[in-house]
């Protein structure tokens, strides 16, 4: 098999990418559906950002516990619950969607359970991912979980598009609570006895488990330089559903159909940035991503700049080339490097400060397009993304001694028990 697709040669694998793909397909359709429903419904950005904001902030408050589970408990049970709670969520606003009963208040509260199912599958799912792959593995299976996660995105919003202009937003929602089955399925059809199991934390005393990851994550300099930058990425870079559905309805004048394709024009850069991670057996140099993030919120600037819809479009794929790589050998920095032993945890850490800032930049950038336009939504946001991306490296640089040549190690297959002073084993 390729080097681009090694992972898919354990079959527990193959199950866990299939169903992770058919249901991100459902994701999509109703990340787009939702967030075109509640402007169809208020007509606000300020109102899509907070929707946005209450579906994350459940992550910004119980991923720390959600990674303790993870290290504590059979993360394929915990898969089980999370996946079927968001199954659940999504059938029930799919249904009075579909009936007329729906209005925004509806959709934020349960755009804020679907964000509790949400914190509490992540860590466990990012965790799972070195226990059906293997650590020889472990670097191709988390490009090609992009690359799943970037097909979905590049079907998922076309899809989308053409329900909510056939049948309306409720039946895309709807959709989403089927997909769940996927994944439940492939879940089920794994050989348990093939899992490579990494070592659990001990039940009790469970703040002082939490303390001990965040303090492992402060004594290595070089994670909490991704941290920042992911960050940036994710707090100011990475709305592109409440951006596009902006720029295509309030901008351009277009319909959800054009609203869909926009997604899709940026998941095709999505896909191939996505493939590109693929290829990669180690961990990248901290420089390549910083170097990302910044390449990142420059082209998101430019995108603003764009004068109409066929340019708009067009400057999306550069976009979401970028996005994805940097995303992606960032996640690979911190897994690849992680002690297996408190690999939910720091996992945890990582999604909550990658998607726990988007209750603050979606709600800040849904004004910002409300009063001064959907364009500067992506001036704004990419020129803070740059900027936060660059400091951030220059103030760990001189204050950490931080050396961002080498690739941050340890390796899964190294003895993990190292002291991380300044990002270099010693």
């Not at 002690?339 to 930049?361: C, F, K, Q």
């Amino acid at each position: 098999m390729s080097q681009m697709f090694a992972a898919m040669s354990e079959r527990n694998y193959r199950f866990y990418v299939t169903g992770a793909l058919l249901s991100n397909i459902g994701t999509w359709m109703q990340r787009v559906a939702q967030d075109w429903f509640v402007l169809e419904l208020s007509g606000s950005g300020a109102a899509v950002g907070l929707t946005t904001a209450l579906q994350f902030l459940p992550t910004l408050f119980l991923s720390p516990y959600a990674g303790l589970l993870a290290d504590r408990f059979d993360k394929r049970k915990l898969l089980y619950i999370s996946q079927s709670w968001m199954a659940v969520c999504a059938a029930v606003l799919g249904v009075l969607a579909i009936t007329g009963n729906a209005g925004v208040g509806h959709v934020y509260l349960l755009a804020l359970l679907f964000g509790v199912g949400s914190a509490l599958d992540v860590p466990a799912r990012q965790a799972f991912v070195s226990e059906v792959a293997g650590p020889d593995h472990l670097a191709n299976a988390i490009g090609l979980n992009s690359a799943s996660f970037h097909t979905a995105r590049l079907i998922g919003p076309a899809v989308a598009g053409l329900v909510i202009h056939q049948w309306g937003s409720g039946w895309a929602i709807l959709t989403n609570a089927f997909t769940y089955a996927a994944f439940l399925g492939g879940l089920m059809l794994m050989d348990a006895g093939k899992l490579i199991r990494s070592p659990r934390a001990p039940r009790g005393g469970g703040l002082k488990q939490l303390a001990e990851g965040v303090r492992y994550v402060r004594q290595r300099s070089d994670i909490l330089l991704v941290l920042v930058v992911v960050f940036f990425v994710g707090t100011f870079g990475m709305n592109f559903q409440m951006t596009n559905a902006l720029m295509a309805q309030q901008e351009f004048g277009k319909g959800a159909q054009e609203y869909g394709i926009l997604g899709t024009a940026m998941a095709v850069g999505s896909l191939s940035g996505a493939l590109i991670g693929a290829r990669r057996r180690s961990a990248p140099r901290l420089r390549f991503v910083v170097g990302a993030a910044i390449t990142f919120g420059v082209l998101e600037l430019i995108s603003g700049l764009m004068p109409s819809y066929l340019t708009f479009g067009l400057s999306l794929p550069l976009v979401g080339l970028a996005a994805v790589v940097t995303m992606t050998a960032a996640n690979a920095c911190v897994q690849m490097s992680v002690d297996p032993r408190l690999r939910g945890r720091v996992m945890a850490i990582y999604m909550m400060v990658v998607m726990g800032g988007t209750p603050v930049g979606a709600p800040l950038l849904g004004w910002v397009g409300d009063v001064l336009g959907p364009p500067w939504t992506l001036i704004i946001g990419g020129g803070v993304t740059a900027l936060g991306a660059a400091v951030a490296a220059l103030v760990l640089l001189r204050r950490k001694r931080l050396v961002m040549s080498p690739t941050l190690l340890p390796r899964p297959h190294l003895n993990i028990h190292h002291r991380h002073l300044d990002g270099v084993d010693r």
